[in-house]
């Protein structure tokens, strides 16, 4: 099935987290490329709150996801839906149902359907409700609402990467549509709010493949157009099993607070089962061009750290250092009160110089803090014995020099540059004993730019105290 963009196909999708925990990477994974193929095609990407779990869903982990998906910038259209709001439609469905002879009442208890598992397990039997309460006349309370599956006959549907799949019916039980404590199950209610708001493709995790037939059928019964259904490869860790905290994944706002830029995590993300060629990088504006469920496979997706930590390197590479701070001042603002009296150019400058050379926001900040932070302690074994003499006359002669300096950085190169060539001194030589003095040795973008960055007021202070170390 082709897809090119600005396709007729009308599109709506949606993503349909339970707020009964943090949202998982993989959620943000089936939340982006439902948001993908919806803005390829021009259609909505809706958002709904699936907290009929009232026990479970807490109001810290609606916010949560929706804080995740605004880092990610999967803006969804129009208000969430929350489907506990939503228990009267769902009633009147279950009624309906009833009524049309689709459902049944089933008392039957607990502790005799545990019996009757048994003795299926004993036979080497699959367990499935055989049917008591179909045709029974008095039902008392408490009881459940079972859906009567047709005996004969198959379900189908239609996955847009497994392609067409088909269930004998006999295969499927009279499964539960409404609990004993007037509960419905996830089953019923998602078949119901998908056609209540309109959504025309379902993109969520294999782990649900099963659930499908059995919604399938609840959508034949009620006489609801069939959505497409697209079930994502599951995303292992590097030992190939399920992916879980023992790997390192952690939920999707974590991986904020570690430093991943959002760009990097959305490419890292779109990875985990679609592929486009060879091509590993993809800005957002790229994937909602290509993105297609053609290009998405069937083959388990491994979820690889050090992959992620290579591309954060690119965008923390590209991204605008102007924009780079302000992302920083945004969600790393208590790591960097260090900086509170930087001026906001030297800092954007001071991002300028070191975003390149470092995998993450927190190594960033490590480097800006010696640029920026309380002046160095200095460690006098990082220079060799031989050294110190020189390093000091260095570090004096230098400091003299650049009182008179402009602090640009063509002045700084110019004077000295100037000063190792009247010397007769390498300039590497002449580099590290300034640089040792300006940061304690650990940090190393272009000098000039550093000691620029830096400011006068700064270098000096810090070559003053060096000199003081250097004894
Ligand atoms: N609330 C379900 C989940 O988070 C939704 C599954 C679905 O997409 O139908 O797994």
Redesign the pocket.
């Known amino acids: 099935m082709a897809e090119a963009p600005n396709t007729k196909e009308k599109v709506v999708v949606?993503?349909?987290?339970?707020p009964t925990g943090f949202l998982h990477v993989g959620?943000a994974r089936?939340a982006l490329f439902n948001w993908l193929f919806a803005r390829h095609h021009g259609g909505q990407f809706l958002l709904?709150l699936?907290d009929t779990d009232r026990e479970r869903s807490e109001d810290r982990f609606v916010e949560d996801i929706l804080e995740s998906l605004r880092w990610l910038g999967l803006k969804w259209d129009g208000e969430p839906v929350f489907q506990s709001r939503r228990i009267e439609r769902h009633k009147e469905v279950a009624a309906q149902l009833v009524e049309k002879g689709f459902a049944y009442k089933c008392d039957c208890t607990p502790e005799a359907l545990d019996a009757y598992r048994k003795e299926c397990q004993q036979k080497k039997l699959p367990y499935r409700y055989p049917g008591i309460c179909r045709d029974k006349k008095e039902v008392r309370a408490p009881y459940v609402l079972r859906i009567r599956v047709p005996d004969d006959g198959e379900t189908r549907f239609a996955d847009m990467i497994r392609g067409e799949i088909t269930i004998p019916n006999k295969d499927i039980e009279d499964w539960v549509l409404v609990r004993s404590d007037g509960n419905p199950t996830?089953n019923f209610v998602?078949v119901v709010d998908?056609h209540d708001m309109g959504v025309t493709h379902?993109?969520?995790?294999e782990?649900?493949i099963n659930?499908t037939p059995k919604?399938a059928m609840l959508y034949e019964a009620l006489g609801y157009a069939l959505p497409k259904f697209a079930h994502l490869p599951m995303i292992l860790g590097s030992d190939r099993t399920k992916l879980s905290k023992r790997h390192g994944a952690a939920s999707t706002l974590e991986y904020r607070k570690m430093g991943y830029l959002p760009e990097a995590m959305v490419n890292f993300l779109v990875r985990l089962g679609w592929s486009f060629g060879d091509e590993e990088v993809f800005t957002v504006d790229k994937l909602k061009s290509v993105f297609s469920v053609e290009h998405i496979g069937k083959a388990n997706a491994i979820f690889n750290t050090e992959k992620l930590d290579w591309l954060n390197g690119i965008y923390l590479r590209e991204k605008p250092s102007q924009e780079l701070s302000d992302y920083m001042q945004q969600y790393f603002k208590e790591e960097l009160t260090f900086a509170k009296s930087v001026p906001a150019a030297s800092f954007v400058e001071g991002v300028k110089i070191i975003q390149g050379k470092v995998k993450n926001i927190p190594e960033l900040i490590e480097q800006l803090y010696c640029l920026f932070g309380e002046d160095p302690d200095y460690d006098l074994t990082a220079l060799k014995d031989a050294e110190k003499a020189p390093a000091k006359q260095a570090i004096s002669d230098v400091s003299a020099l650049l009182d008179a300096s402009d602090f640009s950085i063509e002045d700084l190169e110019k004077r000295i540059r100037g000063y190792a060539d009247d010397k007769g001194e390498k300039f590497g030589k002449i580099a590290k004993a300034v640089r040792f003095s300006l940061t304690g040795g650990k940090i190393s973008p272009g000098l000039f730019e550093m000691i620029s960055v830096q400011g006068k007021e700064t270098v000096q202070r810090r070559m003053g105290r060096a000199l003081k170390a250097l004894g």
């Not at 949606?14 to 339970?18: N, V």
């Not at 379902?202 to 995790?205: E, K, P, Q, T, V």
């Open positions: 949606r993503f349909p987290p339970s959620g089936t709904r699936e996830y998602v998908d379902i993109l969520r995790g782990d649900h659930n919604q």
